[in-house]
Structure formats: C-alpha cells, structure tokens
C-alpha cells in the first residue's frame, strides 16, 4: 500500500484499475532504411490497413456523432492517395514511420490552410499518423486509451479536448502528474463530475492494471489498497450517490439570506444535469470552450444558435456568459496568432477582444439576438478587466448592441483594489479565484511546480475579495463568485461573509456548498471570514476559519 498526494479536485472517492495515457511519439528520425522499399512498403500498408480497421470498429461501437468522426478517420487512414504519398517516400530510400509522418504532414497542412471544415480535420490527420507510427514501432497509440473496461486515467496531463471528450462510462477517476487546481484539466475535470487529483508527481510511477482508490476530498490515491479500504471506498462512493438523488433546495445561509448556487458550464450538454443538481441558473459559461478547436471566428448565426440553445435551457433563469477569454491557458487560433514570451500577461480576455474588436461585435451581437429570443434572464461580462477604462469600454460596447446587464469579472489586483470604481462603470461583477489568486501570488496557474502558491485561501486574495464585496455592497451592485474557490464549502461561506452575493460553480460541487452554508448564518459567515483574513497564510487562514467554524458549532450544540 502507498499513498501518493496531490490536489484533489471535487470532494468525490473512485476505485478501479490503472490505465495509463501514452505520451506523444517523438518525430521519427529522418535517417535511410536497411530495409528494401517494398519490404517497407508492405509494413506502412499492414499499419495503415490495421489503424483504419481499429477506427471503423470504435466507430462502430461508439454511435452516435462519435461513428461519423471515427468513420471517416478510418477512410482517411486508407485513402490511395495518402498511400500514393507514402510510396513516393519510401522509393528514396525512407523507413516506414518517417514516411508516414511525412506523408501526413503533408497533406496536415493542405488541409489546414483550406480552413472551415477541412481545417478543422487536420488534427484527425495528426492522430491517425501517430496511431500509425505507433503500431508500426509496437507502442501503445497515443491519446486517451479505451481498455474495454471502466479504468482509472492516468496522465501527464491532459489536452483539453482530451478531457471534454472522456467518456463518463468508462473513466472512473483521473489522476495527473502535472496540472494546478485551476489547470483546465482540473476544471474540466470538476464540470464533467470526475473524480480528479491533479499535480500529483509520484503517480509517474504507476503501472497499468495496478488497483488504486481516489480520494478527491484529500488530494490522496492510495496504490495497493487492502480489501478494507476498497470496501470503504465502495462505501463512500453509494453514499454520495445517494446523497446527489434528494431533491436540491435553493442556495440559503441558515438565517434565511438566499445565496443563489449557479452553475459553471462550458457547453450547453451539462445543462439538464446542471438543473438536476439544483443550480438556480448559470454564473458563468465560458464561451470560448465551444470554439476551442476553430481555425476561424465563429460566424453570428452558429453562436446564435449555440446561445439560443443555452438561454432556452435555462427559461426563467439568470445566466452569466461570459465573451471570448482567449489566450494564456485556453488560446484560441483566431484571437491569439502572435507568440508571447508570457501569455497569462499578455493579450488576452478583453485585451484580445479589444484588438480584434469586430470579434467582439459579433459576439455582442448574437448574444442580444438569443436574448430576444428567449426568456432566460441574460447578464454579459468581460474577463480580464484591469482598468475602469477597459469597464467603461465593455460596458457601453455592450449596450450599444443590445445587451441588458454588463459586467466585468474581477480577476487582476488592480480590478478589486478599485472595484468602487469598476462597479460604477458596470452593472455587476464577478470574482474569478482562479486568476485572481494567479496574479496575486505571481503563481502561473498551470504549473504544479508553483500549486501550493495557487490557493484562494490566502489572506492576500482573501483581501481583494473583501474590498469587491465591500464596493458591491455600497453600490448595491451584485458581486458573485465563479472561481474554483466557490466549489470548496467552507470557503464558500468564508466568500459569503466577504461579501459575495452569488456562487458560481461545477454542478458536482452544489450538493456540497448548499449543505454547508445551511450551517451558518450571515453573522456567523462574516466571523469565519474575520478569522481568515487575519491570518498569516493560506493554511492558517483555512485553520481559523475551521476553528471559527467548530466553536460556533459547539456553542450552538451547548445552547440547545
Ligand atoms: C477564474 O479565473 O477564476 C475564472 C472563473 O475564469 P477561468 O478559470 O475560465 O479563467
Ligand atoms: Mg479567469
């Protein structure tokens, strides 16, 4: 038995086999083969014929959307004219792999510079080509593995669309050796409700097949696990699962302050489930996860249709989109064509959107047309916003094109050290944990080497939020929170007692903060923030404020 520790994402248990992720093959050296161009030839044409074979036969077994894709990646993998382009290689003396890689490489760019839908089927080249040097060089094929069976994942890390495409069935839990609890992974992961410890370094070291538990609560995999903890394991898991059937109530502190509980989505699917677990309406939909894989800019029609459907969904609730927040951890090919040497401070979020403005146009604008089309109750905010110049900007843009309500989200020091300011630009805002813990504790959010700096327990960040919740109460402006922090459930009233007026997070995470601000009131909320904020780090405050919390606990046991 060994433990391994890293960070835990949602507060779920997951028991099963190891299946680990093969990493991306290396290019193949481009050097001449001992073998005669034939024999070579037989080989590229045995590995093509296998892989298209493998393609047809999870299409067929998936269904679905997922059929089509496989379908015609299967077609691509034996197309004569790929195959032609291999030969030629092979005649001047190429091995095999670097054919193949070439060959791909090849017609790769032919497809990507024709842009729209054959562009966007260019990475469906990359990945059959490295399924097919992976079978001709006897590894296992790169990308997310399918066993057959229900498994755990394990990876180095994910791409992420990796993770919005893992299939619920059969992935149990994801365990990665790198990745930040606000790494995309670890977000995805949290939306899609899978059991996740992120950033934990040791699990390099498991093998396929070796039996492990997940404990997401604390950040722990246990490997080797006896039969007692398995047992509990399987315990935990049925109780949770029974916990999630009671019907949700809506978000409220035990005074009776109603503290709205929305959901964080990325896409319109979680939507129904979303409902399900309670949430009360949308805090945050980052719009740019539906356009992660586009060469070009959305047209007006199919964002549209994409809100359209989101608003409809959520009929006679609030919803918080959010435009465009490209670059740094989730750049988008038409927002961000210049290299940065650090992106999380460049030209992203609203910064971007400024500079392709018309961008932002069409964004607003199909926005305000879903609006007038449905009857949810649509806000639009603006991420990255660092000035009052760059809110008034936002706002009056927004306006203009048709939107009610406009927001910003606070995620930069500078936005909560003059949030009196912003809010009176703007008609709400939003606090992101996430970067704003970043920017605070200059912790790149992606990397695991600088994770533990990334906690929005830190009295640093606790400060600015209290400063935003502060200038919203004054305005009488609402100030909602949609970073990861609001998934934690004691936290989640520490952020209350700050001043938030709405949490927003992964639906997996409502049954957990609603049962735990039921405990306090407002008061008692407000003293568990006091004990944080004054203390000397993040353990700390997280200690004081779970102090605070069991003396008044006890205090109430004692008076009843
Ligand atoms: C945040 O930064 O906290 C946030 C909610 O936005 P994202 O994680 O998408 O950057
Ligand atoms: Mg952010």
Known sequence: MMEITGTGIGQGVAVGPVVRMAERLPEPVDRPSHLDPEREGERARASLSVVGAELAARG??????????????????EDPSLIEAVTTRLATGATAERAVFEAFATYRELLAGMGGYLGERAADLDDISQRVIAHLLKLPAPGVPDPGHPFILVARDLAPADTATLDLDKVLGLITVDGGPTSHTAILAREKSIVAVVGAADAAGLADGDTVVVEAARGVVTSGPTP???????????????????????????????????????????????????????GLFRTEFLFLDAD????????????????????????????????????????????????????????A??????????????????D???????????????????????????????????????????????????????DFASIGTNDLTQYTMAADRLLGTVAALQNPW???????????????????????????????????????????????????????????????????????????????????????????????????????
């Not at 067929?60 to 059929?67: N, Q």
Request: hydrophobic share 55%; aromatic share 2%; with cysteine.
């Open 60 to 77: 067929a077994k998936a269904g679905g959307a997922a059929k089509d894709v496989l379908e015609a990646q299967a077609m691509m993998a």
């Open 228 to 282: 007692e903890q398995i047992a509990a394991a399987k315990a935990a898991i049925a109780e949770r699962a029974a916990q999630t059937a009671v019907a949700p109530t809506p978000g409220a502190l035990a005074d009776g302050t109603a503290v709205p509980l929305l959901a964080n989505l990325g896409s319109t699917d979680g939507a129904a489930e979303a409902i399900r677990l309670g949430a009360e309406g949308v």
């Open 458 to 560: 830190h009295p640093a960040v606790l400060r600015l939020i209290a400063e935003v919740g502060a200038a919203g109460a004054e305005l009488g402006k609402p100030v909602g929170i949609c970073g990861e922090a609001a998934a934690d459930p004691l936290l989640a009233v520490v952020l209350v007692g700050l001043g938030a007026t709405s949490l927003s997070m992964s639906p997996s995470a409502l049954a957990d903060v609603r049962a735990s601000l039921a405990r306090y009131s407002l008061s008692d909320a407000q003293a568990l923030a006091q004990a944080a904020l004054a203390a000397e780090g993040a353990a700390e405050a997280r200690a004081a404020a779970d102090a605070a919390a069991t003396d008044i606990t006890s205090a109430r046991e004692a008076a009843s």
């Open 296 to 351: 070009a800019a959305p047209s007006v029609r199919e964002q549209q249709a994409q809100y359209t459907r989101l608003l409809t969904a959520f009929a006679g609730r609030k919803v918080v989109v959010r435009v465009l927040d490209a670059g740094a951890d989730k750049p988008l090919s038409f927002l961000n064509d210049a290299p940065e040497e650090n992106p999380a401070l460049g030209l992203r979020g609203i910064r």
């Open 353 to 370: 959107l400024r500079h392709s403005e018309a961008i932002l146009r069409e964004q607003l604008t199909a926005l305000a047309a879903a």
């Open 372 to 426: 007038a089309a449905t009857d949810a109750e649509l806000w639009v905010m603006a991420p990255m916003i660092a000035t009052v110049d760059e809110t008034r900007y936002f706002t009056s843009l927004a306006k203009e094109l048709g939107i009610r309500v406009a927001g910003v989200m606070v995620e930069t020091p500078s936005a909560a050290l003059i949030a009196g300011r912003v809010l009176g630009a703007c």
